[in-house]
């Protein structure tokens, strides 16, 4: 009985470790091949009673942006480098913005450079206090910025992108724990029949 009870506890922490850590500025995918077309996905959460109401991303060295997804009550302005580059997005809530229980998902789509390494996603979240939260730190800070690591070039940029974004649509890391710990439990609960019965 009692391994029972450390298993469900030990579920029931990493569901709990799940949504703290869901509850960081994220941009998907995690993952991206060198010179491929992908679309992003930044992720944000609100994290306290007022809404947010503002969200800016940096875009990284090694990725082109050129493309935004309309989102409704949520307008988006850009900001270009001398080159023409996007250099920045800001998305501006329309309406009253993400309350505290709410996230909000905002997409781009663009091309991940030959030599890219990496893209680290800096990200500054306004809240309608006037608190900006700087979501820029390094990957063990309280406040880190999202990474994004890339591999090695794939045959097809092109395919490659279709196949990630199929892939990795309506993957969240919070869903995957849930369905894990909800296995579990079922386990769980079958072993304490079986006992019941054999009793």
Not at 3 to 31: C, D
Not at 91 to 111: N, P, Q, V, Y
Not at 143 to 160: F, I, N, Q, R, Y
Request: negative net charge.
């Amino acid at each position: 009985m009692k391994k029972l009870a450390a298993i469900v506890l030990t579920l029931m922490l990493a569901i709990s470790f799940a949504g703290i850590a869901s509850a960081h500025v994220t941009v998907q995918p995690k993952e991206a091949p060198a010179n491929s077309y992908q679309v992003f996905t930044v992720r944000v959460p609100t994290e306290k009673e007022a809404a947010t109401t503002q969200v800016k991303v940096v875009i990284p060295q090694g990725v082109s942006v050129s493309r935004f997804e309309p989102k409704f009550d949520w307008s988006y302005e850009v900001e270009k480098g001398a080159d023409g580059a996007i250099v920045s997005v800001t998305w501006k809530a329309t309406g009253a913005g993400l309350s505290g229980t709410e996230f909000g998902d905002f997409r781009m789509s663009g091309k991940v450079a030959e030599d890219a390494k990496e893209l680290v996603w800096k990200a500054y979240q306004t809240y309608a206090d006037g608190e900006v939260v700087e979501w820029t730190g390094a990957p063990d800070a309280d406040k880190p910025a999202s990474v994004t690591t890339v591999t090695a070039a794939a045959g097809d940029a092109h395919g490659a992108a279709a196949a990630d974004d199929e892939s990795n649509e309506g993957r969240d890391p919070l869903t995957f724990s849930l369905a894990v710990a909800a296995m579990g439990l079922s386990v769980v609960a079958f072993a304490m029949s079986l006992r019941k019965r054999r009793s």
